[in-house]
């Protein structure tokens, strides 16, 4: 018996000698399949055209969810159920206006309220601005400079940053807590700058927060031409006075869902591998990219295991959230009914980054530095294909709930360097997303769950 | 003495040790000043805007050198020179029509002489059409089933190619030598289903060759959807004659330049380093990423060296090659300038795949697999910009020829999913460019340059 971890030495040896060509293989079937065959984009295109402005407690995302239920039923999986989730209800309401007092000369400036943002006063809302660089300054300036007035955050997306997503988040705080800490020092309403690196005029949504203890006021964000306009003005008359209308009201939690195809484990039915995407956009765009693309990769996957007769061992899960933008109900939702219920889930990943091509993933779990362990099993399968970056993560907003539960969590990773053009903007359209792209970050996802089924991680 | 090996390993782990550090930060200098303030884009801008078309042998490509030389003039460079290059001129004329005889009700279809079709007849040609799939399937038909025909050659592109440009090259045989082929057997024109995946309709044009014993024949690119219904027609109908008429027209040989921008060396000015692209594009298109982008990245990275205060201790040059698409005379006339000259290339780099997110460089030398050096040394400096992939190449059509003369060539490699969308096509146009994506590129190249300037390799 001595020999006998040698022994098992060579058996992995022998095992892992045979599986790796045998994965390789299956990695390249689930790509041919997807580059040749795919549908990504072809559901792409039905979404975004028959369902764009897909926000929560809107009809057109009721009416959205209908077509993902029909679209997975499509997909031959052994069931396909909804989760009700009450949603926020928020309403731009009749377009914003913005321009300046006394200057019909001026073109108007592009304006677009932020989610969580109220009404203006009946009649417009007359103030003067104040632009700053921070939250910081806000609280430097104080209530006695700015009580009555509009605070104007316009401190620009860092440019150096290369993964893009940083500087979005590191510019993001103006728009996320910026307009409550105007409100906390007196500010009738707020502008930011829009998130974006597109040097066009067109706003950026997004969602805003107020804290209870916080009343909410008007914020809108400017479209980038629009904030330097309102710059070079005040710098021009300090003491111009802006004139803002704002239409948005919120309403009670209106009812939505999430909807999930399953294939069900032929080995251990219990424990479950999620992929998904969120169904919900802004109202102001079609939401190719976000998060449209997400729904059509997740979806993907299933069609990839169906076509290529993969069945798993383990139950595969495409989960199409509700509401990750304005309030990640779907999210709790879906993570609540799993704790309830007492799954067990081994992985969940999504797609919430755009249709870009795939660069990689990140890997998060409590049992440590599962990334790693993932590079060094399949970095070498997946390098064919450009994705070779796994990195630690702790999931988008709608798997990051399932960590908690014991499960890996993630996200496909793709090239960033467009995806702050679009995002939560009006050209977030098809066209601005390339079919094979967006296959190939389906194929990403269906090989790394295809290998986590097999082999675990 | 017996120690001296471990003298000079220690002193150069001191060197490596105190030079990593100060490598890595001058290669985050060079992006963040390309991210923050590059002009490759504005100057991309420009290019497109003014020169589009830029043939050989036409006017437009004349004004756009004039444009280059005031562009890199106004770089500071030491020296800005011509090089002269007689060009092949070959003209489009009118442009071609095609339609299926008899079938008024059909719209016609989308075509576009290839470069070295000659026209058809005065009035037209009309004859039937045979479609193939590849260059040996007219082999076999042979001249009795060709003769007096025009040859379709219909076959797809393969979608399951990960880097679309080995899909190009298992295609392409169709294009570069498919007419000549036909020609062989009889065929009066040739018809070939463009090298693109794009699901629109546009025709994409290129070079075709016909070797001095086979007579050029009138051929033409069609349209993918243009392709598919001919296809069909075909099926419905193997009779139906298609009236074709093109206009091409050789003339003779045109003067034209290569324009060279250069920051003389401080320690060894007789050694060189080339970044290139080639001004040229098909007369079709504004050619923004083939190769407009290369033309403003290697501009770019003299405007780099400049900004950062980056004095070369070789020459650097910045070559604007003419004449890629349809001869490589300029690409020739470098060569051999500087073969009588004597000079000493060490490094010749070009951009030639469009202006995409850099992911990594082909190198190649007679002196061994450079390739692996380059990213022993350096692969984990370019990491943390995406660029990762540093795989044996023989450079581009522009700098390959220096090869031979002692120089390690080779290309930038960007992400190449999008490409073949837009290639040769009228759609490759400025909107299709990415501005940080294009920036990123011209930093990569500057990022080795510099590398090599410093260090060799």
Known sequence: MRFSRFTIFLCTLAAGASAQPADEAVVRQIFSEALAHGTAYMNLQALTEKYPGRLSGSKTLEDAFLWAERTLGGLSPDRVYRQAVLVPHWERGPAETACIAGRADLPPLAVLALGGSTATPPGALTAPVVEVQSLAEVEQLGRDRLAGKIVFFNRPMDPTFIRTNLAYRAAGDQRFRGPAQAARFGAV?????????????????????????????????????????????????????????????????????????????????DEILVVGGHLDSWDNTPGAHDDGAGVV????????????????????????????????????????????????????LESDAGGFTPRGFELGSAQGPVHERAAGQWRALFEPYGVSAFTPGSGGTDVAPLQAQG???????????????????????????????????????????????????
């Open 189 to 269: 309403a707020a502008l930011v700058r829009s998130l974006t690196f597109a040097a066009d005029d067109v706003p950026h949504a997004g969602m805003t927060a107020f804290p209870p203890e916080v009343a909410p006021i008007p914020c809108a964000a400017l479209g980038l031409q629009s904030a330097d306009r309102l710059s070079a003005a005040l710098r021009a008359d300090p003491a111009l006075r802006l004139v803002l209308t704002i239409n948005a009201r919120h309403l009670p939690d209106a009812p939505s869902c999430n909807v999930i195809g399953e294939i069900r484990g032929r080995e251990a039915p």
């Open 297 to 348: 990769q997740a979806m993907e996957v299933l069609r990839l295991f169906r076509a290529l007769g993969l069945q798993p061992r383990h139950t595969l899960r495409c989960v199409i959230f509700t509401n990750e933008e304005n309030g990640a109900r779907g999210a709790a939702a879906y993570a609540a009914a799993a704790k309830e219920r007492g799954e067990k889930h081994l992985l969940a």
């Open 407 to 457: 499960a890996i969590v993630g996200e496909l990773v793709p090239d960033s360097q467009r995806y702050f053009d679009y995002h939560h903007a009006a050209t977030d359209t098809l066209d601005h997303v390339n079919r094979r792209e967006l296959e190939l970050g389906a194929a990403s996802l269906a090989a790394l769950i295809w290998l986590v089924d097999t082999h675990g991680l």
